[in-house]
């Protein structure tokens, strides 16, 4: 079956930068949209940032500018560049493959991650 793993996440200070990365392997999935989901103790899961097409992107608007996401499918790794976070965007962050809908509101995927921690404090 698909696996995805997360890892990358840690503890930063506010203004500082991550890269989350997201090895899949297993089954053969379709790798045309993926995205990065994030959820805060607390609040429902929002959907951060999606790929698909190889380069087309979306970005919540929260993170716009700020973070990048990004794939290399000779690797089967999906990316997340984190820049300039803030103390709002600590949650655990699961990467998710085979989008169930398009747009970066979207937590419907057929496949997830476990998650990985970002903590960012002030």
């Known amino acids: 079956q698909v696996q995805l793993v997360e890892s990358g996440g840690g503890s930063v200070q506010a203004g500082g930068s991550l890269r989350l990365s997201c090895a899949a392997s297993g089954d053969t999935y379709n790798a045309y949209c993926m995205g990065w989901v994030r959820q805060a103790p607390g609040k429902e899961r929002e959907g951060v940032a999606q790929?698909?097409?190889?380069?087309?992107?979306y970005y919540g608007d929260s993170v716009k500018g700020r973070f990048t996401i990004s794939q290399d499918n000779a690797k089967n790794t999906l990316y997340l560049q984190m820049n300039s976070l803030k103390p709002e965007d600590t949650a655990i962050y699961y990467c998710?493959?085979?989008?169930?809908?398009?747009?970066?509101?979207?937590?419907?995927?057929?496949?997830w991650g476990q998650g990985t921690q970002v903590t960012v404090s002030s």
């Open positions: 998710a493959a085979e989008c169930l809908a398009y747009g970066v509101a979207t937590t419907q995927y057929n496949y």
């Open positions: 790929i698909f097409a190889g380069s087309s992107t």
